[in-house]
């Protein structure tokens, strides 16, 4: 092939480069078209591998209608480039900004952090302070120093997830952090302590083997049990509003003396009876007592002069009667619960 055919071939590739250009409506296919006829293996650039075959003469006379193509093109893709980003302008100057908007998608905070902070609010109103200690506890702290015997049931590996059995292990209840404070702090004492435990459960619509547990201590001169119950019916207000029915029913818990269980009546079915009650019409959310004698011993603390009282509460069963989520496991498997929690 003679130069002339060359020089024929090249401005072919031209008049329909600039052709296909100048039919081009959306800047994805002006790229298409920038690396067809200039990219590293584009039209062009195959046409000046040629040039190595050829005399020094026609080399030099191919080279220059090769660049002289290679830079019409290039102007014809800027110009129709302005041409796009131009027209995109006008559509987007000519948008009714009367319409109704598209609303983002925005996150919130899950339902336990909600009502973690509003409970925390409750209480740090009422005097208390927010308390935290570790996940992973010593035996004497989780068990021996709240009254439990080494023959307990909770001891057992049925119950609780050992770290190095018998001393340290996951911890069981928040009772522990209780137990550092009152070693560590100064009477009277005040605090609640929210947090992750650990106990070897089957999980099911209400319990997990890994949940949220809320406990308070109050450790002050003449506390009774008139106090537990009237901070604790105040909370179940707050939490429910004033119409909500609770209930206290007698109750054994080796770290309280005497102990009672507190019950909030069914949200699900008003009390008639349904699954999540296991049909019994009220719903039990927490344990509570005066602290027995022996925990204080265990910590220094001078019965003589000081009592105390303490509550202990599955967070996550105030979380779901709060918001009418019927599964404890909706909390914990990363799916939206949207419908349950508006």
């Not at 537990?228 to 939490?239: E, H, M, P, Q, S």
Request: proline residues 4%; aromatic residues 8%.
């Amino acid at each position: 092939m003679n130069i002339d055919l060359k020089i024929t071939k090249l401005n072919q590739i031209r008049d329909k480069a600039l052709s296909d250009i100048e039919k081009i409506s959306s800047s994805d296919d002006l790229n298409k078209a920038k690396v067809q006829y200039l990219g590293r293996k584009g039209e062009l650039n195959q046409q000046s591998k040629e040039l190595k075959k050829l005399v020094l003469e026609d080399r030099q006379q191919l080279g220059r209608v090769i660049n002289q193509v290679k830079t019409e093109i290039q102007q014809v893709l800027t110009t129709r480039k302005k041409e796009l980003e131009q027209s995109g302008t006008k559509e987007l100057d000519q948008t009714d900004t009367s319409l109704p908007g598209i609303r983002p998608q925005t996150g919130f905070l899950h339902p336990s952090t909600q009502v973690m902070r509003q409970v925390n609010s409750f209480f740090r109103y009422l005097g208390y302070s927010v308390y935290e200690g570790p996940e992973i506890e010593t035996d004497d702290n989780n068990f021996a120093k709240l009254n439990l015997p080494l023959d307990h049931p909770a001891r057992d590996l049925a119950d609780t997830l050992y770290i190095k059995e018998p001393d340290y292990l996951l911890r069981t209840h928040t009772s522990s952090v209780e137990i550092r404070a009152m070693l560590n702090e100064k009477l009277p004492l005040r605090i609640v302590v929210p947090g992750k435990v650990y106990r070897n459960e089957t999980t099911n619509t209400t319990n997990n083997s890994m949940f949220y547990q809320y406990e308070g201590l109050v450790v002050d001169k003449n506390i009774n049990m008139s106090s537990l119950k009237g901070t604790l019916v105040a909370l179940a207000k707050f939490l429910y509003g004033e119409e909500v029915k609770t209930r206290f029913r007698c109750k054994y818990y080796p770290q309280v003396e005497p102990g009672a269980g507190m019950d909030i009546q069914c949200t699900f079915c008003g009390g008639k009876g349904c699954p999540v009650c296991k049909h019994r019409g009220w719903i039990e959310v927490l344990g509570a007592g005066m602290v027995h004698p022996n925990t204080l011993k265990a910590c220094k603390v001078d019965t003589n002069k000081w009592s105390g009282f303490a509550f202990g509460m599955g967070f996550d069963r105030l979380v779901m009667l709060k918001y009418g989520i019927s599964d404890v496991r909706k909390l914990y498997n990363g799916e939206l619960v949207i419908e349950e929690i508006a």
